[in-house]
């Protein structure tokens, strides 16, 4: 069993373990607005579980700025807006588009909402020891150009 990230700045090793998740860079797109000292990665948005066709919508095909969040416990995890999480499982990486929406402490797990209110986007509940890192969405680039902080 893996521990998530906890530190404010990472180590070599953390470091080089984070690449290795994130894999090759496939994306260099600028932003406004950065923190230094701060790590940031583009992150595509496939599929339609976060388009529910409002303001907040974040539909397939869109690019997502996240900041990589240095948590030390569960109830550190910003609720109500979108977070990429990359879920480690018996070994096997996910990375996930969702907006955590409560915690439940008794069980340490964190709820992961889809905006989609369709038929097969139920929210899914995530013991906190898969969750290996997580990004605090920054932007949001649609596919038709149009960009908003969440």
């Not at 790590?39 to 997502?64: A, L, T």
Request: charged share 25%; glycine share 6%.
């Amino acid at each position: 069993m893996h521990k998530p990230v906890r530190l404010a700045s990472l180590s070599n090793e953390e470091e080089q373990e984070l690449k290795k998740a994130l894999g090759k860079p496939k994306y260099y797109l600028d932003a406004p607005d950065k923190i230094a000292g701060e790590q940031y990665y583009w992150f595509p948005n496939q599929g339609d579980s976060m388009n529910d066709h409002s303001e907040r919508s974040i539909p397939g095909g869109s690019m997502v700025l996240g900041r990589l969040l240095p948590i030390k416990n569960l109830e550190e995890v910003p609720l109500n807006r979108p977070l990429v999480f990359i879920i480690d499982f018996h070994g096997e990486q996910f990375c996930l588009l969702k907006c955590p929406t409560e915690i439940n402490a008794a069980t340490n797990k964190l709820c992961l909402h889809s905006y989609n209110p369709g038929t097969g986007y139920d929210d899914l509940w995530v013991p906190f020891r898969y969750l290996k890192y997580i990004f605090i969405v920054e932007r949001v680039r649609r596919p038709n150009g149009s960009e908003f902080v969440p």
